[in-house]
């Protein structure tokens, strides 16, 4: 009965392996989290690009906008990730002739690449949803007062659209780092990829469970964070909800 | 270049799409019945009076929607793997355990939709007026009538938007399951690419029949969204 208890708890926990094998998860961990601080931060300042392309009233630009984040929305992050890993070896002496093949032909920056473009996509779709919320009278009300367009942008409408959209920016942060564990597939040693590595060499399934509860405190510290800059940031809207 | 032909030739490639696509298909529609009902089921579990029934629901889902939808799939197909292995042992059995790759890929994908979809579930649940059900008893239905005929209907119609977006998260997210050996539409796509060096066009096939599938989708969903909303203004 003993050893059998014993045997769930190595099952569960392995504390040497750690100890061998820990420096190897926290490397995992920087290349995560360099993937993913990259990919949300190109995929935001796209996302404007898109948002912005989306609401303008050119009927080619907004289709293709729309277009864009229809689809990069609709089809699964890995067939994406392979279509550019795998397809540049393909398109490798046209690349190597303008000089972007050592871009492409690194795992790491084709998931940068690949993970900017389907973040962008969900990011503009809660830009968009943020934009459209604020009321138009707003907008009327400055545009009135003599205020610039550069000038109700940005002190009229982003405030209240940032606030807005912080928190389900927040969610799309923390599904990248979920999403991003897909390049461990294309041979990058992220958290997920040191993972798989540790577990083909020992093959000892604590290693998993490990991992997870990594992302786990990832995850959590995210949604503190949010939570302190949602109340930051909402002080205003609380004050004069109070008095 | 001949596009037609890789698909349609005489060693064209379209069969083993076709067969990788109804997998695919297949594998989400399998998922629904046991992801869905274990997440109401959860859901049920969540609104229960005792803490300790409580907290470990929380604490499942809290899990399973933490971590990354492949590193749940891993866990659940290696962990169920090797605890089945065990056993066996423990019977002591002879030769060695295998686990269908399909069955697996069901179980691991309703474990994940189970925690999404319990979200969702306890939102429909609590917006459903407790008078409803009182009412109900009162009239003399039973428990099953009342949740068959006054809870469901109504439980339904707000569950439905999210319950179509986590289809759309699953329908994407069969395609993890390939990474386990399964020839998914994706695997076959990968196949055809290894046998013939055109990653472009294949994966761009297969993207192509996702996104139709994400596009068949949301019109469904609004279809049934409509349906569910009738008699509501």
Redesign the interface.
């Known amino acids: 009965m003993l050893q059998t208890l014993q045997?769930l708890a190595s099952?569960v926990f392995n504390v040497d392996l750690l100890r061998q094998y820990g420096w190897r998860l926290l490397e995992g961990l920087r290349i995560t989290a360099l993937v993913v601080c990259t990919s949300v931060t190109i995929g935001f300042v796209l996302a404007y690009f898109v948002c912005r392309a989306r609401m303008s009233k050119n009927v080619v630009l907004s289709s293709a906008a729309a277009f864009y984040s229809?689809?990069f929305?609709?089809?699964?992050?890995?067939?994406?990730l392979?279509?550019v890993y795998?397809?540049a070896?393909?398109?490798r002496p046209v690349l190597s002739q303008i000089g972007i093949w050592w871009f492409f032909r690194d795992a790491y920056y084709c998931c940068i690449f690949i993970f900017s473009i389907n973040t962008s996509a969900y990011q503009s779709e809660i830009l968009r949803g943020a934009l459209a919320a604020v009321p138009k009278g707003q907008i009327e009300a400055a545009a009135s007062l003599g205020l610039s367009r550069y000038r109700i942008d940005r002190h009229i409408v982003w405030p209240q659209a940032f606030l807005l959209a912080l928190r389900p920016l927040g969610n799309e942060l923390v599904s990248m780092?979920?999403?991003?564990?897909?390049a461990?597939?294309v041979t990058l040693l992220d958290l997920?990829g040191q993972?798989?590595f540790i577990?083909a060499r020992t093959f000892d399934?604590s290693v998993?469970?490990y991992?997870?509860l990594i992302?786990?405190v990832i995850?959590?510290i995210i949604r503190r964070l949010w939570a302190v800059m949602e109340r930051g940031l909402s002080r205003h809207v609380l004050a004069s909800a109070k008095s | 270049m001949d596009w037609f032909g890789l698909l349609f030739g005489p060693n064209g490639w379209s069969r083993l799409l076709l067969e990788g696509l109804a997998v695919t298909v297949g594998l989400a529609l399998a998922t629904i019945p046991f992801g869905f009902g274990f997440g109401l089921l959860l859901a049920i579990l969540k609104l229960s009076k005792r803490r300790v029934v409580r907290g470990l629901c929380e604490a499942y889902t809290t899990f399973f929607r933490g971590i990354p939808d492949i590193l749940a799939l891993f866990i659940v197909y290696f962990g169920l793997n090797a605890l089945l292995d065990r056993i066996w042992v423990a019977l002591q059995f002879e030769g060695h355990l295998e686990m269908n790759i399909f069955v697996a890929g069901v179980i691991a994908l309703s474990t994940v939709v189970a925690a999404y979809s319990s979200e969702v579930w306890v939102a429909a649940l609590k917006s459903v007026a407790e008078g409803q059900r009182e009412a109900a008893f009162a009239l003399g239905l039973d428990r099953r009538k009342t949740f068959v005929f006054v809870t469901w209907p109504q439980l339904i119609r707000v569950a439905l938007p999210g319950l179509g977006n986590i289809w759309m998260v699953l329908l994407k997210d069969t395609s993890l399951v390939s990474t386990l050996g399964l020839v998914d539409l994706l695997r076959a796509a990968h196949e055809a690419n290894k046998n013939t060096g055109r990653p472009i066009f294949f994966f761009t096939v297969a993207a192509l029949i996702y996104f139709a599938f994400s596009i068949l989708s949301s019109v469904v969903q609004a279809r049934l969204e409509k349906r569910a909303n009738r008699g509501f203004a």
């Open positions: 045997d099952f229809t689809f929305r609709g089809t699964p992050l890995l067939c994406l392979y279509l795998y397809g070896g393909e398109l780092i979920k999403a991003s564990a897909l461990a597939i997920f993972t798989r577990f399934f998993y469970l991992a997870a992302y786990l995850v959590e």
